[in-house]
């Protein structure tokens, strides 16, 4: 009898666990405030969102109004100036792309950067776009539901509210960027394509006591009151009751057609190049990338040897150079620098390992050598 509870106990746990991946998978579009795209662009680029704001046009170029930085909107289909409304798109960071990237063909980011660039391409969170976008009329309800938390906070904050939505814990499934940390039971409530923090009570009552940190414990549907709180990027509630809830009798599911994957990383310069016969020896070697990459995944797959013995009568050190690797994200450039000058008149070789891979949609970079040899 034992034996058989155990093995129940086992499917329920992995039954759990596909309820909570099964979860995981809603909308790729993210209901969020401008001022958290501005604080935290990492974690929306590349992303569709849906904000609130109102947009203006000034010349060639459409801007969301009141921004700390500049996010520039290029429409899918130009807007009727509607009140009320949403606005849908693409979220990048220009300083995280390149200016020929073939994703953007269509698109002409010269009067963005004529405009808030002075003509240069921008370095990171520092100018951002919305493309693909379009406007939806959307009223915000009088009672808010998480959705309109999420993406109007401002108009609801110090109120007293009950909202209900999925149990996602401590953020395990990336649903926000940031943590507000106001204690170790905080957990994160979400519904279709919205999400909100919630602290003050751990969450447990009646029939049901969950851990923020265990993934076995999500999906299900809480019911939540309490008072809103919005500071700059962060929204929470303070709750002051939890209980089970739930569904809704329709919860919009929207389907998207995923966007073509970005070209693999490549390797587009270095210095010294491929072949070169007389390289610096007290020079550090510069490898650039075509892409951001994960400087992470950089760290132990890098490996530098001497593939040729030194001229006689000095005979070749047995050990390869020691070396140390530093990733420039500016460029995507990784540079190594040596403890010693190099070896004269030896041949060279730096090898990138299988596993480096790129940053937001981790492309493996895959082998990659460069052979060169030193001078005097």
Same mark, same amino acid.
């Given at each position: 009898?034992?034996?058989?509870?155990?093995?129940?106990?086992?499917?329920?746990?992995?039954?759990?666990?596909?309820?909570?991946?099964?979860?995981?998978?809603?909308?790729?579009?993210?209901?969020?405030?401008?001022?958290?795209?501005?604080?935290?662009?990492?974690?929306?680029?590349?992303?569709?969102?849906?904000?609130?704001?109102?947009?203006?046009?000034?010349?060639?170029?459409?801007?969301?109004?009141?921004?700390?930085?500049?996010?520039?909107?290029?429409?899918?289909?130009?807007?009727?100036?509607?009140?009320?409304?949403?606005?849908?798109?693409?979220?990048?960071?220009?300083?995280?792309?390149?200016?020929?990237?073939?994703?953007?063909?269509?698109?002409?980011?010269?009067?963005?950067?004529?405009?808030?660039?002075?003509?240069?391409?921008?370095?990171?969170?520092?100018?951002?776009?919305?493309?693909?976008? /379009?406007?939806?009329?959307?009223?915000? @309800?009088? =009672? #808010?539901?998480?959705?309109? %938390?999420?993406? +109007? &906070?401002?108009?609801?904050?110090?109120?007293?509210?009950?909202?209900?939505?999925?149990?996602?814990?401590?953020?395990?499934?990336?649903?926000?960027?940031?943590?507000?940390?106001?204690?170790?039971?905080?957990?994160?409530?979400?519904?279709?394509?919205?999400?909100?923090?919630?602290?003050?009570?751990?969450?447990?009552?009646?029939?049901?006591?969950?851990?923020?940190?265990?993934?076995?414990?999500?999906?299900?549907?809480?019911?939540?009151?309490?008072?809103?709180?919005?500071?700059?990027?962060?929204?929470?509630?303070?709750?002051?009751?939890?209980?089970?809830?739930?569904?809704?009798?329709?919860?919009? /599911?929207?389907?998207?057609?995923?966007? @073509?994957? =970005? #070209?693999?990383?490549?390797? %587009?310069?270095? +210095? &010294?190049?491929?072949?070169?016969?007389?390289?610096?020896?007290?020079?550090?070697?510069?490898?650039?990338?075509?892409?951001?990459?994960?400087?992470?995944?950089?760290?132990?797959?890098?490996?530098?040897?001497?593939?040729?013995?030194?001229?006689?009568?000095?005979?070749?050190?047995?050990?390869?150079?020691?070396?140390?690797?530093?990733?420039?994200?500016?460029?995507?450039?990784?540079?190594?620098?040596?403890?010693?000058?190099?070896?004269?008149?030896?041949?060279?070789?730096?090898?990138?390992?299988?596993?480096?891979?790129?940053?937001?949609?981790?492309?493996?970079?895959?082998?990659?050598?460069?052979?060169?040899?030193?001078?005097?």
């Amino acid at each position: 009898m034992l034996k058989v509870l155990r093995v129940l106990a086992v499917i329920g746990a992995v039954l759990a666990i596909g309820l909570s991946v099964a979860n995981a998978q809603q909308s790729s579009r993210v209901a969020t405030t401008v001022e958290s795209l501005v604080a935290t662009p990492l974690f929306f680029h590349g992303k569709q969102v849906v904000v609130r704001r109102e947009a203006t046009e000034a010349g060639p170029v459409w801007r969301l109004a009141n921004t700390s930085k500049p996010i520039f909107v290029f429409w899918k289909e130009r807007p009727s100036l509607a009140t009320d409304s949403e606005i849908r798109g693409e979220f990048w960071d220009l300083g995280r792309l390149q200016r020929d990237d073939s994703r953007f063909t269509g698109i002409d980011f010269t009067p963005v950067v004529e405009t808030a660039g002075h003509g240069q391409w921008p370095g990171r969170d520092q100018i951002f776009v919305l493309t693909n976008a /379009i406007m939806v009329e959307s009223a915000l @309800p009088t =009672e #808010p539901t998480l959705r309109a %938390v999420a993406i +109007a &906070p401002d108009k609801y904050a110090g109120r007293s509210i009950s909202v209900s939505g999925r149990f996602r814990g401590a953020n395990l499934f990336g649903d926000l960027p940031e943590a507000v940390g106001k204690s170790r039971w905080d957990f994160v409530l979400q519904s279709a394509d919205a999400a909100v923090w919630v602290t003050g009570l751990r969450p447990r009552g009646k029939n049901f006591d969950l851990d923020p940190h265990a993934r076995v414990d999500t999906g299900k549907w809480l019911q939540v009151t309490g008072t809103l709180r919005h500071d700059g990027p962060q929204t929470w509630i303070e709750a002051t009751t939890v209980a089970l809830g739930q569904a809704p009798t329709e919860v919009p /599911i929207e389907i998207t057609v995923p966007r @073509p994957p =970005e #070209p693999p990383p490549t390797v %587009v310069f270095t +210095a &010294p190049i491929a072949g070169e016969a007389d390289a610096d020896r007290t020079s550090p070697i510069r490898i650039q990338f075509s892409r951001d990459m994960d400087p992470r995944t950089i760290r132990d797959h890098v490996r530098v040897a001497y593939t040729s013995p030194a001229p006689p009568p000095a005979g070749a050190p047995a050990t390869p150079p020691n070396f140390t690797v530093r990733y420039n994200e500016g460029n995507h450039a990784l540079e190594i620098k040596f403890a010693e000058p190099l070896d004269r008149y030896r041949g060279v070789q730096v090898t990138l390992l299988d596993g480096i891979l790129s940053n937001i949609d981790n492309q493996p970079l895959g082998g990659w050598t460069l052979t060169f040899n030193t001078g005097g």
